[in-house]
């Protein structure tokens, strides 16, 4: 089945650097690659998504580039600020399954 | 909307013991699944449903049950509560295939 790997498990940067978040994914035939934030106590809610027939996707600071033929996709925070720190964790589908990542904690010191 | 409800919040269970988490959605999401997070393992899928009368195995499925009689409706059955079973437990939904809605977690604690 599928099996998805996240890097680093920790990222610690400060205010206004950028931040990149790293997952590969083991079935080729996955085709949607959700991104999610969880903040401590609360529940994961969706940030950005990309599809398998698009190479990158970006919203307002954050962006996600997929490299289908080495199955791996990254997430890029630019200009963080201290509510960016969270839980990050990455997601490949196929169809109907959904398998995520171990997840990154990210901590935006001021 | 509400969107995704779990109940309960918070349960303690005595190792043996049976119990129901109970998901509730009123999106008219088709697809709904349970994962369970431990600290260090991410969200890992117990099982997941397409549909109203479909569900099928995730990755660690073994100790639970699920059942999807209505589209609204997706309950976790504990069978008999050990304490590896011990974890935060999130319902979550999405509309085809998409980005979930995820319920606020049940926190279960078996002793």
């Known amino acids: 089945g599928e099996n998805v790997e996240q890097h680093p498990s920790t990222l610690s940067v400060q205010e206004g650097d950028s931040a990149v978040i790293k997952c590969t994914y083991s079935?080729?035939?996955?085709?949607?690659f959700p991104w999610y934030k969880q903040e401590l106590g609360k529940r994961p809610q969706l940030i950005i998504d990309?599809?398998?027939?698009?190479g990158e996707k970006k919203d307002q600071r954050i962006a996600v580039t997929l490299n289908k033929t080495a199955k791996h996709f990254s997430l890029h925070i630019t200009e963080t600020q201290p509510e960016d720190s969270a839980v990050y964790f990455c997601?490949?589908?196929?169809?109907?399954?959904?398998?995520f990542g171990a997840g990154t904690r990210l901590f935006v010191k001021a | 909307n509400a969107g995704v409800t779990q109940t309960p919040k918070f349960q303690v269970l005595k190792t043996g013991q049976s119990m129901t988490l109970q998901c509730a959605q009123d999106?008219?999401?088709?697809?709904m699944s349970w994962y369970r997070q431990d600290p260090g393992m991410g969200l890992r899928l117990i099982h997941y449903?397409?549909?109203?009368?479909?569900?099928d195995q995730g990755e660690v499925p073994n100790g639970y049950n699920v059942s999807r009689s209505t589209t609204e409706d997706f309950p976790l059955r504990l069978l008999s509560a050990a304490p590896s079973q011990t974890s935060v437990y999130f319902c979550?939904?999405?509309?085809?295939?998409?980005?979930?809605?995820f319920g606020s977690g049940t926190r279960l604690t078996v002793v």
């Open positions: 449903s397409v549909g109203a009368g479909i569900t």
């Open positions: 990309i599809r398998s027939n698009v």
């Open positions: 079935d080729s035939a996955s085709n949607y």
């Open positions: 999106m008219n999401h088709e697809y």
């Open positions: 997601a490949a589908s196929l169809g109907f399954k959904t398998i």
């Open positions: 979550a939904s999405s509309y085809s295939a998409g980005g979930y809605t």
